[in-house]
């Protein structure tokens, strides 16, 4: 057995493998993933697909050649998995098939603007897909002829008259829109379904759970955003469009909701959709409706579950249960909810459920928590649950992690707030520790059991820091009045929160309260400039892609949102607005800062990391930037991670005064 004895890196980081995307076959005996590995020397990622089984023994590569091997789908014949993949001449990812026995992949389309978001057709003949076209290119060789002229075109510059126009790290300024299409895979001839008619699927981030194929593949639900001007906050609806007579009817045609993520039934009796209020809340919690096919009444889930489910739905076989995530403090858990039944049942257990599918009696899903990177596992009534992977044992085999410890806080006003704490490996409670708060981003998220590569806890830990994350008011998971608490008065409920954190461990009598340190990227980077303004307590402050400027961030991709929880706009009640605004703060700054950020933020613009790094320096506060050209919202490169963890634990040890007596 191997000895635990090596502390977590950021270069075991990228030797982890991720596994994600399962999808069964139809007896439920193998599961098929995608499994992305990273090559630190090469600074890229590579996702090819393996076979799990589901009883047990040795996992089996699958494909070898893709450079994005992703999204594979079983057919329901069992004869085939579909799936994407980015091969060496493709400018763009294309849609293959190959038997789970093995052998040479066969390519369907040569789509020029590429494929995604694919799903079988019941007769295992047919895949359906998602393509960003333009709707005036009729035909494949005029959409090539399109694809090629705005690819090679000297002119890169970008017009617009629409609202929506950038989407965390790319354009919508091409004139292209999403829409579903038809392949048949023996013939590869492809059909456009909403050719000629002014339908397509939602520009934010389309996926396979936005439509789906009735039982009969006679019908495709999906989501539509009915206004002409589309925007990612509107109320989008339900439509379904019938491929026989080739007529589209609305389903949720006077709701006052918002709709997405239709799932038929497998007795093609019920269309399940997930429903938000936007008019009592921009933040409303998300239920699931079900949609009587035959009377076209929609019956919602019970509202006594005080929950907001993920996409997508699953129904399981015999249409009586449906199988969803959800967040539950902290952790989140595959549901099943039976129809009839008031509140949804655990069906697999957090840590944190990211990927899961539906079929045979069984559930198989990708887990992760905060001291296990990401794994298969496999859970049916007969066996139970069981992981099918090894992808990862090799890596984590000789290390030693630090223990992680749940802790309810009396926080602002003396309320309940969850705080997750994590140990360094030699912790010992009668020694004097530094404190490093983590503090997630959102603000509408949460810091959960999760493993998480960017912000590693493990890894923070094992520099010698007590890690402290606090599930501040507005953190998601602990209801919806929590969510919503800290509405128009962003910045005061959390601020009580964290320093309940530091006040809490500080009694605890193992944390040196003269190394207070505090880190946090995006709304966790708007809550370390919000903490500079308003305290000195902290010896040093990390801020990846924070808000700094509430009025300047109206030049993010979602500039219509924030006003809506600010709770003005900022020509209406400026005062309001700085209320609320780090920047309105900046004479009272004066703690070190390090500020990270990337050029292809379209979330927090770079502007707002420029703007807080130079007004630190005019002030003559220590400050230092890390700008990265080339990444977004995200540190998404191997080499551009090693830098980033690099430059973090160094700006903390120089400004903690007792880093030269910590162990490194």
């Not at 593949?217 to 990612?232: L, Q, V, Y």
């Not at 992760?368 to 139970?384: C, E, K, Q, S």
Request: aromatic share 12%; glycine share 8%; charged share 30%.
């Amino acid at each position: 057995m191997a000895t635990r004895n090596r502390r977590l890196t950021a270069e075991d980081l990228w030797r982890l493998a991720r596994p994600a995307q399962p999808t069964l076959s139809p007896d439920g005996a193998q599961a098929c993933v995608s499994v992305t590995t990273y090559d630190m020397e090469e600074n890229k990622g590579a996702s090819r697909l393996w076979l799990l089984s589901t009883f047990g023994g040795e996992p089996r590569q699958l494909t070898q050649a893709g450079e994005k091997d992703a999204g594979p789908r079983w057919s329901p014949d069992g004869r085939l998995i579909a799936f994407v993949a980015k091969r060496d001449k493709d400018d763009e990812p294309q849609l293959w098939v190959i038997s789970p026995d093995g052998g040479e992949a066969s390519r369907v389309t040569r789509m020029p603007t590429g494929v995604a978001g694919i799903k079988w057709f019941p007769d295992s003949r047919r895949v359906a897909f998602i393509s960003w076209v333009w709707p005036d290119a009729t035909g494949y060789k005029a959409l090539d002829e399109r694809w090629k002229a705005h690819r090679d075109s000297k002119v890169k510059a970008h017009v617009v008259e629409h609202e929506a126009y950038r989407y965390w790290d790319h354009w919508l300024s091409d004139g292209r829109v999403p829409r579903l299409f038809v392949a048949d895979v023996r013939s590869q001839r492809i059909v456009d379904l909403f050719a000629g008619t002014p339908y397509e699927l939602p520009r934010a981030d389309p996926a396979a759970h936005h439509y789906d194929i009735s039982p009969d593949g006679r019908e495709i639900a999906f989501t539509f955003d009915p206004a002409e001007s589309k925007r990612f906050d509107h109320e989008h609806h339900i439509v379904a469009l019938d491929l026989r007579e080739k007529r589209f009817r609305t389903l949720t045609k006077g709701s006052r909701l918002d709709h997405e993520g239709p799932s038929y039934s497998p007795d093609g009796k019920w269309l399940a959709v997930l429903t938000r209020d936007l008019r009592r809340s921009p933040v409303a919690e998300t239920r699931i409706a079900l949609l009587d096919r035959g009377s076209g009444r929609m019956k919602p889930m019970p509202a006594a579950w005080d929950r907001s489910v993920h996409a997508p739905v699953a129904w399981e076989a015999g249409s009586e249960s449906l199988v969803f995530a959800a967040e539950d403090r902290g952790r989140t858990h595959a549901w099943r909810w039976r129809l009839g039944d008031r509140e949804p049942e655990v069906a697999a257990l957090g840590g944190t459920v990211t990927d899961f599918t539906v079929g045979a009696g069984g559930i198989a899903f990708v887990r992760n928590t905060m001291g296990t990177p990401p794994a298969v596992f496999f859970t049916d009534p007969a066996r139970g649950e069981r992981r099918i992977d090894r992808f990862n044992d090799d890596v984590m085999a000789g290390v030693r992690l630090g223990e992680v410890r749940e802790f309810e806080i009396r926080g602002w006003k003396g309320e309940k707030v969850q705080m997750w704490v994590i140990y360094p490996p030699d912790f010992d409670p009668k020694r004097k520790w530094p404190l490093l708060h983590n503090i997630h981003g959102g603000p509408h998220s949460v810091w959960g059991d999760n493993f998480h590569f960017r912000w590693n806890n493990h890894v923070f830990a094992a520099q010698g820091y007590v890690v402290a994350c606090v599930n501040y008011h507005g953190s998601s998971s602990f209801g919806q009045a929590f969510v919503e608490s800290i509405n128009a008065e962003w910045g005061k409920r959390e601020l009580a929160d964290v320093e309940a954190g530091t006040d809490f461990l500080l009694k605890a009598g193992y944390i040196d309260r003269r190394r207070l340190l505090a880190a946090g990227g995006s709304y966790g980077g708007y809550m370390v400039a919000w903490m500079n303004g308003h305290t000195d307590r902290y010896k040093a402050y990390v801020c990846h892609a924070g808000c700094f400027d509430w009025t300047a961030m109206f030049a993010d991709d979602v500039w219509y949102w924030s006003p809506k929880e600010l709770g003005a706009y900022y020509w209406d009640d400026p005062e309001k607005v700085d209320r609320q605004n780090p920047r309105a703060r900046a004479r009272h700054m004066r703690t070190p800062t390090l500020v990270i950020h990337g050029l292809l933020d379209y979330r927090v613009p770079d502007a707002q990391g420029l703007a807080y790094y130079n007004t630190l320096k005019a002030k003559g506060v220590p400050a230092r930037l890390v700008f990265f050209p080339d990444e977004n919202h995200w540190i998404l490169k191997p080499q551009n991670s090693r830098l980033w963890y690099r430059e973090f634990f160094d700006w903390l040890a120089r400004h903690d005064p007792g880093a030269r007596r910590r162990r490194r």
